[in-house]
């Protein structure tokens, strides 16, 4: 393992002013995507909508600075020929892979989920060094509800989490480490705060027992928020401020890089929160976005499946990223 290089990487994935897209859905998760905008999902138009974000050069070269791929798009060609992974490239962007293989249920804890994808992880991390992803991506989901998550649930994700992550390094990828606890719920911003707290001081627990340089890995983390159902919203500087106490009391700042999911926030709630968090500088850690839905969600309506609506997709794009690579610096204005 060349932590040097790791930790090079890991260092650009962050680099201010930029983040990185999720693009990484799940043919299913498309599917519902697509479904909203009354697109088919098949290849073809996955790989005509992904290629439209991977060309739009303004987002791709000035505010983004890694993308997720899900495996069917890293081995497919823009129409030209050109491999999709190469238009990344050529954006300056660094291209990564999402790794797992989805969530089962965890037997004996109702209603918990367990992230699966270690069989013949090795072997796959391979393939897509050769290709060219140099990080990678696994998503554990942690729920919050009546009696959950269990301890249990939290353990073994953290233990997958940290298998994974070492897997990556031993391969020359970066693991961007996912534990997502879902704002799906009723429950208010201190609960969150209390559940994230757990799962992350689990989660690094793990990463140390396993090796795991911290030096050359990516957090992906939730924020502190309400759940979605909560009647109390918490407003934004509250979210900043909680969000960033929250990961200084659990993040070393070994960590080179800390990159959001948006987790249903909507657009401008997800570069507001981002954009807050950084008036409460200086942090240890770089700090920026790696939305999927919130860089996306304007650009597919913009899109609707039409090869005449590229431009406007772009655009949609690119000021989306634009004002979250200005969150990135906390420099966006609403
Ligand atoms: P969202 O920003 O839509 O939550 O997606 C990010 C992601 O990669 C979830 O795994």
Same mark, same amino acid.
């Given at each position: 393992?060349?932590?040097?290089?790791?930790?090079?990487?890991?260092?650009?994935?962050?680099?201010?002013?930029?983040?990185?897209?999720? @693009?990484?859905?799940?043919? *299913?998760?498309?599917?519902?995507?697509?479904? %909203? +905008? !009354? #697109?088919?999902?098949?290849?073809?138009? /996955?790989?005509?909508?992904?290629?439209?974000?991977?060309?739009?050069?303004?987002?791709?070269?000035?505010?983004?600075?890694?993308?997720?791929?899900?495996?069917?798009?890293?081995?497919?060609?823009?129409?030209?020929?050109?491999?999709?992974?190469?238009?990344?490239?050529?954006?300056?962007?660094?291209?990564?892979?999402?790794?797992?293989?989805?969530?089962?249920?965890?037997?004996?804890?109702?209603?918990?989920?367990?992230?699966?994808?270690?069989?013949?992880?090795?072997?796959?991390?391979?393939?897509?060094?050769?290709?060219?992803?140099?990080?990678?991506?696994?998503? @554990?989901?942690?729920?919050? *509800?009546?009696?959950?998550?269990?301890?249990? %649930? +939290? !353990? #073994?994700?953290?233990?997958?989490?940290? /298998?994974?992550?070492?897997?990556?390094?031993?391969?020359?990828?970066?693991?961007?480490?996912?534990?997502?606890?879902?704002?799906?719920?009723?429950?208010?911003?201190?609960?969150?705060?209390?559940?994230?707290?757990?799962?992350?001081?689990?989660?690094?627990?793990?990463?140390?027992?396993?090796?795991?340089?911290?030096?050359?890995?990516?957090?992906?983390?939730?924020?502190?928020?309400?759940?979605?159902?909560?009647?109390?919203?918490?407003?934004?500087?509250?979210?900043?401020?909680?969000?960033?106490?929250?990961?200084?009391?659990?993040?070393?700042?070994?960590?080179?890089?800390?990159?959001?999911?948006?987790?249903?926030?909507?657009?401008?709630? %997800?570069?507001?929160?981002?954009?807050?968090?950084?008036?409460?500088?200086?942090?240890?850690?770089?700090?920026?976005?790696?939305?999927?839905?919130?860089?996306?969600?304007?650009?597919?309506?913009?899109?609707?499946?039409?090869?005449?609506?590229?431009?406007?997709?772009?655009?949609?794009?690119?000021?989306?990223?634009?004002?979250?690579?200005?969150?990135?610096?906390?420099?966006?204005?609403?």
């Amino acid at each position: 393992m060349n932590l040097t290089e790791l930790n090079r990487i890991a260092t650009a994935m962050v680099a201010p002013g930029k983040g990185i897209l999720a @693009a990484d859905e799940s043919s *299913g998760t498309i599917k519902k995507r697509f479904d %909203a +905008i !009354g #697109v088919e999902s098949t290849e073809s138009n /996955r790989r005509d909508y992904r290629e439209m974000l991977f060309r739009s050069r303004e987002a791709m070269s000035q505010y983004i600075s890694g993308v997720i791929l899900y495996d069917e798009t890293i081995w497919q060609d823009a129409k030209d020929g050109t491999p999709l992974v190469k238009l990344i490239e050529q954006s300056g962007a660094i291209p990564g892979i999402k790794v797992d293989e989805g969530t089962q249920a965890l037997p004996m804890c109702p209603g918990e989920l367990v992230t699966v994808g270690l069989d013949k992880l090795a072997e796959r991390l391979r393939k897509y060094y050769e290709r060219g992803a140099r990080f990678a991506k696994w998503r @554990a989901v942690i729920d919050i *509800g009546s009696g959950i998550p269990s301890m249990t %649930a +939290i !353990g #073994v994700n953290a233990h997958a989490l940290a /298998r994974y992550a070492a897997l990556c390094q031993a391969a020359q990828i970066v693991p961007i480490v996912e534990p997502e606890v879902l704002m799906d719920g009723d429950h208010d911003i201190d609960r969150c705060y209390e559940v994230t707290t757990r799962v992350l001081n689990k989660t690094f627990q793990e990463l140390r027992v396993q090796r795991v340089a911290l030096e050359g890995m990516v957090l992906k983390p939730n924020m502190a928020i309400s759940g979605k159902k909560c009647a109390k919203q918490a407003p934004v500087e509250e979210v900043a401020e909680k969000t960033i106490r929250l990961l200084k009391a659990c993040v070393p700042a070994a960590v080179p890089g800390i990159a959001f999911l948006s987790g249903g926030q909507s657009d401008e709630e %997800a570069t507001a929160h981002l954009n807050a968090m950084h008036k409460l500088g200086p942090l240890p850690w770089g700090l920026t976005f790696s939305y999927g839905r919130a860089l996306q969600a304007a650009p597919q309506k913009a899109w609707s499946g039409k090869a005449e609506n590229v431009a406007a997709g772009q655009n949609a794009f690119s000021h989306r990223a634009r004002m979250n690579g200005l969150a990135s610096k906390g420099e966006w204005q609403s």
